[in-house]
């Protein structure tokens, strides 16, 4: 495993609608644990492959629940309810946050390392950090749907995706 350099906004590839991953083998599984690592190192909370380069479907999301670590590779998100408003970051935007509009619940299908599909419920903060790794392999910004940007000095441990 190793920690990747995660790339900055206004780099293009954050822009960039990422491809589906059609092959699961030991490169897919070392990606998987490279984004969980670079997640961890930069206590983030969720990181999405083009947030290292990497033009491929694939997330890692950690809110720090009972759900813990989840590696999806290939989400989409099936169902929404709902209405959330809150603040969101991005490891990828250092010093901002925004009020972003999200649903409160969302069922997200996937697939796991294996290419096994499996379903997950998210609800609040869990679903907030889905949709907002979601929207980075559509090559959206929470900057570019968010009702308020500004500026933070002080980055909670755990709280930017």
Known sequence: MSIRLIVKEPD????EVAK???KFNANLQKLLKDMAETM?????????????G????????DVGDENGLVKMVNPVITEREGE????????SIPGING????????????????????????????????QHE?????GILFTEIADSVYEVTDRPERGDE
Request: net charge negative.
């Open 12 to 15: 293009p590839v954050l822009h």
């Open 99 to 130: 009020e972003v509009r999200r649903a409160e619940r969302i069922v997200v299908e996937g697939q796991d390392a294996a290419g096994e599909r499996f379903t997950i419920e998210a609800k609040g903060y869990f679903a907030r950090a889905f």
């Open 20 to 22: 589906e991953v059609t």
């Open 54 to 61: 990497i033009l491929k479907r694939v997330i890692v999301v």
């Open 134 to 138: 979601i929207d980075h392999l559509n």
């Open 40 to 52: 961890y190192d930069a206590n983030g909370v969720g990181l999405a492959a083009p947030q290292i």
């Open 84 to 91: 959330q408003i809150g603040p969101e970051g991005c490891l």
